[in-house]
């Protein structure tokens, strides 16, 4: 594979891959190894791909893989996710918020981000994937679920978000960052 | 309206494309369904939280990682071939190349070591392997190491892998948290020492980095007053240059100290087993993340699903599930690996376990998911097992996933076509009859035809009328191991306009009689975006705005399980 073709085929895509592993991770930095990922893992196979056919759709489809089936057996792990310090939901939610504000905005958004961290990683992607505007059609495409399935796997998706904020109430086990 | 009917008119809509009718539907349910108003309050706040450009260093960050991506993949290429070849040269040249091995892998550790020999504590300690022909050996012990200490790739380890575990960084509070952090930590070594094709090295605090194909670094803080441990193992490919560093996995554990697993099941109390939140169950859980999501497939897991597949003594649902779970990590292998990986479900062992499945399953979605998950598998053994079920099966959905096996794969075979040509002629349904013609015809202009005129053909019943077309959205977006589906329906762009008006005419009624054909209706829609005419028009109308008296009950007449 030569760095013109990467350049050709997945360069223009770098700005949407990054904005839909964003919404996948939460995290600027993660965001970014997982890009790196998908374009290491895409790198080997770019050979085999038809110019002319949805590189788009395919480098989404290995970054959802890489994404879904790189933890597939994490789901059943307590597992919760260390926000960074400069990048979490809070900022996102609320750029310029009064003190009051501020500390409302801040609970809400560690709770949606604990909820989010704890949500399936197979809902996560769909949830994911829609709220970066892509399509049934298209999110058919890159993660392989028929169509009518699809519909009710977002659904459940929803369900399952809302179900994790809820058992968010208790606070968590023992938040590493705050300990130390 | 029901819950589910309102999810999926929101997520088959496009902004502003909403019927009034659908609409105020949709506003009234809102109105009285809390579960429905939190999810879609919930969602739309995720929706709306903002997405940060992309910063400016990483299109950089990326070209530089991939040109030493691409060295790393011909090293290992290579490495198959120069191992072979050891092995046939015999143990002379074995031990030249082991030393050229080593030399290679250790370069900058022995470089450090060497010029720096007051360093304190530069090590790494190997207690998997045994050490190679002229090289220093190493013990079982943590020891420091000198310049004749060094790692070594072994050739006689062909395809191992070489792990590298970064001394525990300890952040506990109080001597029972260290405790609980360090049996985590010893857990998680033992775990990956049992682990196969590893080669797993500790390294001792100060080490010079040391070349690896993974590097794991856990930090760990246990609490005796909260009773709690966390445990943060990070799995990355450590960089050696100014390219940044490969992240495999990041996760944060947390477990207790002193968990009540006597609570547990029966079977869960055995820590050994993962299920126990204390520090060894959740260190196997880590063990088992990494050995079925990070490393590439290992043989023994592969083997234990094997066996479950075998055992005919289990029922057919649960031999599936472990036929399933080995395409599963045996895809993530191939993320990892490339396409190295072969196809996990082509084999002897594994063909004969699945034709007894296929040939003895009661259920015939069971047969049928055998048969299709056989596509792109092409041994001999599964054709006449394949032939069977085309032509005796009962159920026209087992005949046809074998008729799609058997033309994706087998159709050069003189029997594959003569029984191809039989069902053409004889078998009682449509669609088996249908894609044994498209088989025998090649290309898939007849078949395009055959699914306008099963729309056109008002002689039969309307789940017939619309089977076809169906058939093939479905199977464009279930595609065989290692293959890459272009997308829903391509035979839906192919629909003339009496054909569509026909779908028009006949899926209203054929979606009030199918929960299955409801869901189907809406995605059908969605995969038409695009494009427009008078009957699409009148599909997406039905929609939007299902009359009731010709859609009772709609697409949320039943709950979700």
Redesign the interface.
Known sequence: MDNKRFSNLVEPHLDALFRAAYRLTRNRADAQDLVQDTCVRACARLDLLDDSGPVKAWLLRVMHNLFVDGVRRERSSPVTRVAEAGDSMAQAICPAPTPEQSLDSRQRAAQIERAWSRLDRGHRALLALRAEGYTLAEISAITHIAMDALTMRLYRARQSLTRCLHEDQAPPAMPMEAAR | MK??EV??LL??S?PGSLGRAQHDAIEAHLSTCV?CR???A??R???A????A??EG??A???A??PA??RA?SRTALRPLLAGGVLLAGAALATTLALRFARQNTEHVAASAAGASTAPTTGIVDESVAPAAGVASTGNDRQTQGASAQPVRTVTQRGALMVVVMPLID?S?DEAGKAAVQVFHASLLDGLRRLPGLRVMEAVAGAAEVAADYRITL?G?G?AS?G???A?VKVEKPSTGPI?N??????????DIEPDCARLPARARDSAAGDC?DPAG?AH??I??LR???FPPDPLLSQQLKDTLANSALDAGARLQAMEELV?VH??GR?IV??ADPNPLAGTDVVRSAIDVGMSAKDPAHRAYVWRSMRGVREAALVPALLATLERDPDPSVRVAAAVTLDADYLDRPEVRVAFEGAARTDSRALVRALAQRALAGGDAGWREHIAASLRDTTLADAERIEALFHD??LA???PFGS?????SLALQYLDEPAMEALAEVLPRAAAGSP?IR??T???V??L?GRDGPAIRALREFVNNPAPAVMPGVIGARA?P
């Open positions: 819950c589910l999810s999926l997520d088959s496009l579960a939190e999810d879609w919930n969602w706040e995720i929706s939280l903002a997405v940060p992309m910063p990483l299109r960050r990326i070209a990682v991939l991506q691409r993949a952040n509070d930090t803080q609490s909260a709690k441990f966390v943060d940044p490969v992240s495999y996995l990041q996760s944060l554990m947390a477990g939140a959740l859980k880590m088992e993340t079925t999501t990070v599963w895809r993530n993320v490339g396409n959205m479905h977006t279930t595609q890459w589906s272009p997308g829903p299955v869901m189907g809406v995605t059908l969605s995969a975006e979700p």
